[in-house]
Every structure is written in C-alpha cells, then in structure tokens.
C-alpha cells in the first residue's frame, strides 16, 4: 500500500520569500512521485514529476523538488514565491509503471502575502 | 491541443436523486481515470478504464455508483441513489497508454440537499 502524508493544511509566506511545501511517502515498491497545483474552481495541473532518474526535479512555474529515498520525502521548493502562486498543491504517490494509480495527500494551501 | 472535457461543471440535487457525470478525454488517450474529491481532502480514484475495459474499481461504491465508457472515448459516471456524503468534486483525468502523467479536466461540483 502507498500513502502520502502532507503536513499542515495551510501555509503563508510574503511575496518573494522561499517556498517550502513538505511531503512525505510511504511505499512498499519503488514510487513515482508528483506535485500537482489546482486553482480555485480547476481541475489539476501537473508542476513536476519524479520517475527514477536524475533526483533533482524541476517544474513549471520556477518550482522544483528533490527526492531523498533515505528520507522518505519530496518536498516542493520555489525560491521566491510570486502572488500568483496562491493555489491549493497536492503531492501524489503511485507505483512506477504506467498508468498507475494516483494517491493524494490531503493538499497544502498556499497564501502569498504582499 | 484540447484539454479534458467534463460537464456539467455544477450540480445540485435532492438525496435520493440519480446524476450523472460526462467525460472527454483528450484525443488518442486510452486511459481514463475518475476521482472523488471531497472538500479539504485529495482526489480519491473510483475507477479506471483502459480503453473501454475496466482495470480498477475497488473504490467505487458499486451499491449506487456506477461508470461506462462504451467506445472507448467519452465516459459517464453515474450515481443513484445520491446520498448526502456524495457531495464533492468529480474529477476526470486521461492519460496516454504506457504513460505516467495524467492530465485532468475542471470537475463538476455536486452538491446533494
């Protein structure tokens, strides 16, 4: 079984601070690993993902995760945080392979202050 | 490239009413996914097509949910009865065979009084 655990429901930061949005997994079998960001009324739009190969990640929109294996954990990282990324980020497990089933975590909502 | 198409993006009905939910994927992608989200929780998967085959449905509560995707394209979720728990967002993802990544489209909102 795979499950993810996301830490805390919300987070606030001031326009141009860092970013950090924690996520940890647990798995059985080898994962793969996504971030997913869903605006007010939107469905999901995929920010990255982590397929077994290079463990630095790198996404849209400036944002970027690592995936330490001896730790568990995929957290999300954006250097300087832009009012437009006020969104609500989902981090996701599934079992490597294709078309695998998604598990969520609960989601983190992020506030950007001016 | 068109994205995934869901409608209606909002329903609101009476428990014990029957809604049903329609899907379009994007062209040429042979897995389809449906998710329940409920309000201040992730997406939770129902059902997942591969072409028009079943390859998972162990969560879809098969007492009053049920799915089709006839030709392999288009997909309907349906539910009836509606129970007031049933309130969430439905949302629909498509991939491409031999892919990971999923794309999804808006959702539709229901709502049951």
């Known amino acids: 079984a795979q499950s993810v655990t996301q830490l805390g429901s919300h987070v606030s930061v001031s326009e141009g601070a860092l970013v950090l949005l924690r996520c940890n997994y647990s798995?059985?079998?080898?994962?793969?690993l996504f971030w997913y960001v869903q605006y007010p009324n939107q469905g999901l739009q995929l920010l990255l993902k982590?397929?077994?190969?290079?463990?630095l990640v790198k996404g849209i929109n400036g944002f970027e995760a690592e995936f330490k294996k001896s730790e568990t954990s995929f957290h999300l990282t954006k250097p300087s945080a832009h009012m437009s990324d006020a969104a609500e980020y989902f981090c996701?497990?599934?079992?490597?392979?294709?078309?695998?089933?998604?598990?969520f975590g609960k989601g983190i909502t992020l506030s950007v202050r001016p | 490239e068109a994205g995934v198409a869901q409608s209606p993006r909002y329903k609101i009905i009476e428990k014990r009413q029957s809604v049903a939910f329609w899907c379009n994927p994007i062209?040429?992608?042979?897995?389809l996914y449906w998710y329940q989200q409920i309000l201040g929780q992730g997406p939770k998967l129902l059902i997942q097509?591969?072409?028009?085959?079943?390859?998972?449905d162990s969560q879809l509560p098969k007492d009053r949910f049920s799915a089709e995707r006839l030709k392999g394209v288009d997909s309907t979720l349906k539910i009836q009865p509606a129970k007031l728990e049933d309130s969430a967002v439905y949302l629909c993802?498509?991939?491409?065979?031999?892919?990971?990544?999923?794309?999804f489209g808006p959702g539709t909102r229901l709502l049951v009084l």
């Open positions: 993802a498509s991939s491409l065979a031999g892919a990971e990544t999923q794309y």
């Open positions: 798995s059985s079998v080898p994962p793969y």
């Open positions: 982590y397929t077994s190969a290079a463990t």
């Open positions: 996701a497990v599934s079992p490597t392979g294709a078309n695998s089933k998604l598990t």
């Open positions: 062209s040429g992608h042979a897995t």
């Open positions: 097509f591969q072409n028009n085959g079943v390859v998972d």
